[in-house]
């Protein structure tokens, strides 16, 4: 971990001054660590269940939908088993029940292979898995950063890093998606640990 920090830093440095000093004040406490492809359904159920919710009553309802399952093994044949009410008495909205659920299909179709993610570019992954009902780009964009630990993702529509930037830059505004694009280019390859730094900062209480 010190290594890639000293080579992220660096490369802050030469490319990006206000964004190294932030890197230097706050370095994320939060590691990349990639899963095994075993757990991405897993993960990918927990994105969905998550999305547009506050992160206590996200882990509530995900807690809920891991009782449904026998030692918590959340596989896509045992989803295809719980009928669509259950999901709902459990809290998840009617669509994310039916995200939850096409996704199991896609996999038990062979339609989605995580076993092929490994070796295709972050674009392809995207591609493949916003071809699943309830999975937009930020969703995948999320997943190759925290599930796959890819180094170069940045997620230009996310609320939170739209925020940091115009902090850290003292922009009168909120800055464009043009604008985020431009300066998150001096990043890469290492757009992710922007990400996480940039998240970072926003932690004001300590």
């Not at 159920?45 to 093994?73: M, P, T, Y």
């Not at 994310?96 to 996999?107: F, P, T």
């Not at 431009?182 to 890469?188: A, C, D, P, Y």
């Amino acid at each position: 971990m010190r290594k890639i920090k000293q080579q992220v830093l660096k490369h802050f440095q030469k490319r990006d001054k206000v964004l190294f000093l932030v890197a230097k004040d706050r370095w994320p406490r939060k590691k990349l660590e990639a899963d095994k492809p075993e757990n991405y359904f897993r993960r990918l159920c927990r994105e969905i269940i998550g999305q547009q919710l506050a992160g206590h009553v996200a882990r509530v309802i995900f807690s809920r939908f891991e009782g449904l399952f026998s030692n918590k093994e959340i596989t896509p044949d045992k989803v295809l088993k719980i009928s669509h009410e259950i999901m709902r008495k459990i809290g998840l909205s009617n669509a994310k029940a039916k995200y939850v659920r096409n996704l199991a299909e896609m996999i038990v179709n062979k339609e989605l292979n995580f076993e092929d993610l490994k070796d295709f570019t972050d674009e392809q992954i995207i591609t493949e898995l916003t071809k699943v009902s309830g999975i937009g780009p930020w969703t995948a964009e999320m997943f190759l950063m925290f599930t796959m630990a890819r180094e170069d993702v940045f997620s230009s529509g996310d609320l939170g890093l739209r925020k940091a930037i115009k902090n850290i830059y003292d922009l009168e505004e909120m800055p464009t998606i043009e604008l985020i694009e431009r300066i998150s280019s001096k990043w890469r390859p290492y757009r992710t640990y922007a990400s996480l730094v940039l998240w970072e900062s926003l932690n004001v209480s300590d």
